[in-house]
Each structure stands twice: as C-alpha cells, then as structure tokens.
C-alpha cells in the first residue's frame, strides 16, 4: 500500500522461523506470504518472503531428512541390538517386520522364506495382515513378485500387482494377495552369501509408488534379517553339535564302562576255566560283572522254544525282562544261562552273556570227558552183572559202592534205543551207506552219552550194548518201572535230538544178591522194546504191563494173577465184597456172542437186571471193557481166573 513503512531486515524470514521451530505442515508456509498480499506489501517485499518460504521448504525438507534418516538409523540398531542378544528367531524377525512396516508406513509387510526340502516358498511373518490364506500362502519357486526377486536377487517394486506383466501370475498368488487386498508391493532378497533365502515385502492396499530411499531401507532390514536366519542356523548347528558331543562323550564313557567290564569278565572266566571252576561260579562271575541275577538251567524233558531259538541263532535272545543263552556243544543242548531282570541289555553285555554260555558249555564237555572214564567203570560193572552172573556179590558191592551205586536196593533195567533220520541206509550207493552207517554210530555215541550223564544222575549204571545202551536205575518208591521208562524215553530223546525207544522190566529187588536176575531183566526189557518198534509206538517207553495180555508173553516171570487182577479185579472184587454176579454175568455176556436178551436167558434172569449189570461193570472196568482189543483181554482175564480157581479147588 502506498505509505506502508518497510519491513526491516531479516523480517521475511522470522514468520518461517517459527513456522520451522513447531514443525508446521507445509500448507501453512503460504500463509505469510497471503497476509502481505492482503496488506498490500510491496514487490520487494514479496520476493523477500519468497525466499524466505523456500529456503524454509528446503530446511523443512532436510530436518524431515535427518528425522527420517535418524528413526531409520535408530530402527536399523535396535535391530542389530536384537541380533547380538540373539535368543528367539522369531521374536527378531517380527521385529525386523514390524519396524520395516512402521519406517516405511505400508499397510502391511511380511517375510518368505525357501524350503528347500519341499522346493517351494512359504510365509515367515507377516504384520498387518488380515487374510488368514494369505498368511498360510505356500508357492512354488520362481512364481510372482518373490519369485522374480528371488531369480534375479534385486529389489523389485510394483504399483499395481495384478496390471504388472514382468512377473508369473498363479492361481493361489494371486487369491491370496486378492484376499488381502494388497495393490502396491515392494519386495527386497535376503541373501547369506550370494544366495537367495528369502524375500522381505512391504505393501499397501492402494496405488503407491516406493521411493529410492524406502527401498534401500527395506534393503537395509533384509540384511539384518538374513544376518539373524544365519546366525539361528549356525547357533542351531553349534547347539546340535555340542549335543551330538555331548552324546558321543557319554557313548564313549558307556562303551569304555562295557569294554571294562567285558574285560573283567573275561579274566574272571579264564580265571574259573584254569582252576577248575564250576558252572554255579561262571554263573556267579556274569551275575557279578553284569549286576543282575544268572542262573543255569539244565535242559529238560521237552525243549524250551526260548532255548531252541537262542541255540538255532547262536546268540543270546531276549523273553520279557530276561536274557537266555542256549549252553550246547556238537548238536546237544546241556541247558542254558538266564539273566533275569535286564530287559535292555548293551550288545556287548550280550556278548558276554553268550561268551559265558560258550564257556559253560566248554566246562560241561570238559566235566563229562573227565567222567566218561567213570561212566566207562560203570559200563564194566553192569556188563559184569549182565555176562557173569557168577561174580563175587561182595566185590560187586564193593565197585558199587565206589561209584556211589547202591546194589542192595531194587532197580530197573532199561533197554533203549535211538532211530536215526537218515534210514536205514539200505541203498547200493557206497557214499550214502557209509554215510547212513556214520550217523547211525554218531546216534548211538551219543546216546551212549547222554544215558552215562542219566545215570550218574540216578547212581546207576549204563552201557553200550546191542545197538543201543542199557541201563540199570534206582526204582523209586512212588515212581513205576512204566513211568521210568517213558520219563527215561523222555530225557534221552531231548538230549540227543532223535526218537529213543525205551523198554523197562520190571523192578529187580537186589541186583548184588542176584547178578543173573540182571541179565534176565534185561532179555525182557529188550523184548518191550522190541514190542514197541513192532507196533509202531517208537519214541515210547513201556514195561511188560503196558501191552496186556501180550505182556504175559513179554513179560519173563508170566505173572498171571497180575494179568488177572489188573484186567478184571475190580469187578472180583466187588464180587467178593457184595455177594453180586458179576463175573458170572460177563461169562455168560461172552458166551452169548455179547448179547443181553439171550444172556438173560442163560442167567435166568430178567432182561433190566442184565442191563443194570453190565452198567455196573462198566463203571468198574471203564467204558471201553467191551471193545474188541478190551474184550479179547477180559475174556482171556476170565478164563484166566476160572482156571486158576479150578486148580485151587
């Protein structure tokens, strides 16, 4: 305006000084210059402001600069803080995206990273999204805007991600970043080495362009967070290989303490080997050295399935919380050592287990070498009481007696025999006859063997003697000469692996006193066993009893009241005790052609009370008493009886 006084100097610039001073948006840096528009300022004046609001714009521009540059600095050294105090991958790189989000204010950003396993790409962390298919997004290599950062390993940044063409569209990208709603997206590699693990994104949800300086921050971050993935692995892999040291030092601790004790183990066996030791302290040794409870178990009747398995595999083998190691040597099973309560046991701790069961095997061939000279004297006496009879019983007693035999006492004679599966050996081929003739005298010393151990067992004695052995037992008091012999069948079959038939006599009183009853029990046992073989019973053992009416034949004292008493004395008896009919009533039952309507009429009686008696016998003589084999031998056991009572008479 005209007469308006001029402003003095440095006055343009005062209103943009305080301006600056509250940091005022950059719409109100006009304002001054309106006003003296308004007031009528003069062209100078104007062109002073002027100057004065760009060179405010441009110290505006360069605090926001440094402002910026500062929180970015800030930013990027509370992540580096992170790193250094590195303790949850996680935690840092939600961090990394956090920050990223806020310097560069986009809606949303997030992390991929590549599986390699699986050969695609899947989402890290995300911050700011809201689609939960988008942050579940798994892609394959090389597909959309990751893929393209990913091949060339440079920043790339999109304005609008569905009308860009540089990089593959897929199905599943594209709906996930449609469900998220995401327009604008900037995406960065993350590189350890000159390798692309990942890709670190920030996005917005309009139209956006991405500034040089946002982009080489996002940069910045993705270092970082490629720097904390590297250091995770690495972290991880010194964990994992001071735990996998850490193990190897307890193994090698656990190996030295096995190796030890395997050591000690082996001396204490070498120990017990040259002095002389017995099983009981082997048993003892690996007890002690193992901390656990061995025993030794002989071999039974029937083959234990645990033992055959550990024999058939020729190692140790676990049952439940034991350990069994089958002790056996050339095809014969002595038993086996058990360590109880061990269900895990360390496999050298099982090779001492078997090493002990080798040795106990070992022990038991040595013991019965050293007794085979023993069992040889036993052979001598029983063949002495078999071929000479005429032997001084007082010299006989005396042998005995050395051999802790006891002669006085009643025994039985057993005769047994082993089958061999090979045959016979009767073809003309010379290599398999010599072979079959070989296994038959491997089955025989074997037998031989085993009926030595048997009867050092009993103190009786044994031979070898026609083929087979023979052996002289103790006959126990609640224990038959029927019951020795299947049990003797029994045993010897299961140590020699082969079918042995056994024939028994019956029990002679005083073998001493009467030498020659030896050898007769003998012929009788042989004729049992005989009798078994021909009626195809191999693998059985039996006395003259067990064939009934054939065992008078069998039999060498042709005891026919036993006969008798054994075929028909229930029913005698009760004829004897009640008064009854009976016998009388199975004779003329017989003499009927087995017939109760005519027997009533041989008897004179009705036909019910003949009913009623045969039902009677049959409770006493068993149900098969009128079957053919069972009534061949009452019928003979009834004339037996009526010829017996008629010489009585």
């Known amino acids: 305006m005209p007469g308006s006084q001029p402003r003095p100097a440095g006055a343009a610039e005062a209103p943009y000084l305080e301006l600056l001073s509250r940091g005022a948006p950059v719409e109100e840096y006009e304002q001054p210059l309106q006003r003296a528009r308004a007031d009528g300022a003069g062209p100078e004046e104007l062109a002073a402001l002027e100057r004065g609001k760009l060179l405010a714009l441009r110290v505006r521009t360069e605090l926001e600069g440094r402002r910026r540059r500062e929180a970015e600095l800030s930013a990027l050294f509370e992540t580096a803080h992170d790193l250094a105090g590195l303790r949850d991958l996680d935690a840092v790189l939600q961090a990394i995206v956090q920050r990223a989000r806020s310097l560069l204010g986009t809606e949303c950003a997030y992390m991929t990273l590549n599986d390699p396993e699986a050969g695609d790409t899947y989402m890290r962390v995300t911050d700011g999204s809201v689609s939960a298919r988008f942050q579940q997004l798994r892609l394959g290599m090389g597909e959309g805007l990751g893929g393209l950062v990913a091949q060339t390993a440079r920043p790339y940044v999109t304005d609008s991600y569905f009308d860009d063409p540089r990089f593959e569209h897929t199905r599943t990208i594209d709906s996930g970043v449609r469900d998220e709603g995401l327009v604008a997206i900037l995406g960065v590699p993350l590189m350890t080495g000159s390798s692309v693990i990942g890709v670190l994104f920030a996005a917005d949800r309009r139209a956006r362009v991405f500034e040089r300086q946002q982009i080489a921050l996002l940069a910045s971050f993705a270092a970082h967070a490629a720097v904390a993935i590297d250091s995770a692995n690495l972290l991880s892999e010194t964990r994992s290989a001071l735990a996998e040291l850490e193990t190897a030092h307890g193994v090698i601790g656990d190996r030295s303490a096995v190796i030890e004790r395997a050591s000690e183990v082996h001396d204490r066996l070498t120990e017990l080997v040259l002095r002389g030791g017995g099983v009981r302290d082997v048993a003892d040794a690996v007890a002690e050295v193992l901390s656990g409870a061995v025993e030794f178990t002989e071999a039974g009747t029937s083959t234990d399935p645990v033992v055959e398995r550990s024999r058939a595999a020729g190692r140790a083998v676990r049952h439940g919380d034991d350990w069994v190691a089958a002790v056996s040597a050339g095809g014969e099973l002595f038993g086996a050592l058990v360590l109880h309560g061990h269900p895990e046991l360390d496999p050298v701790d099982q090779r001492t287990l078997e090493r002990a069961a080798m040795v106990t095997s070992l022990l038991l061939i040595a013991r019965r070498s050293a007794g085979e000279a023993e069992q040889r004297v036993r052979g001598e006496l029983l063949d002495d009481l078999l071929d000479a009879p005429d032997r001084d019983p007082s010299l006989l007693r005396e042998r005995a007696a050395r051999l802790t035999a006891d002669l006085d006492a009643p025994h039985v004679v057993l005769a047994a025999r082993v089958e061999s599966d090979g045959g016979s050996g009767g073809g003309t081929g010379g290599a398999a006859g010599g072979g079959a003739a070989a296994r038959r005298t491997a089955d025989r010393q074997r037998l031989w ?201």
Not at 477 to 501: F, N
Not at 502 to 514: F, K
Not at 528 to 549: I, K
Not at 578 to 598: I, N
Request: aromatic share 4%; hydrophobic share 45%.
């Open 449 to 649: 063997s085993a009926a030595s151990h048997l009867a050092a067992t009993r103190h009786g004695l044994a031979a070898a003697r026609d083929g087979g052995t023979v052996l002289l037992l103790p006959a126990g008091p609640e224990e038959s000469a029927a019951e020795t012999a299947r049990q003797t069948a029994k045993q010897l079959g299961t140590a020699v692996r082969g079918t042995v038939t056994v024939g028994a006599s019956a029990p002679v009183p005083a073998p001493v006193a009467r030498p020659g009853a030896v050898a007769t029990a003998y012929a009788e046992a042989r004729r049992c066993l005989e009798a078994l073989l021909l009626l195809g019973r191999a693998g059985q053992g039996a006395t003259a009893e067990d064939f009934g009416f054939l065992g008078l034949l069998l039999a060498d004292s042709r005891d026919v009241a036993s006969f008798v008493r054994r075929t028909i004395g229930p029913v005698t008896d009760y004829d004897a005790r009640r008064g009854t009919e009976l016998v009388r009533t199975m004779e003329a039952y017989f003499a009927c052609g087995m017939s109760p309507a005519r027997t009533k009429d041989e008897l004179h009686v009705h036909v019910n009370t003949v009913a009623q008696r045969l039902e009677r016998i049959g409770r006493l003589l068993g149900a098969g008493w009128h079957s053919p084999s069972g009534a061949l031998e009452v019928q003979l056991a009834l004339r037996l009886h009526r010829l017996a009572g008629a010489i009585g008479s």
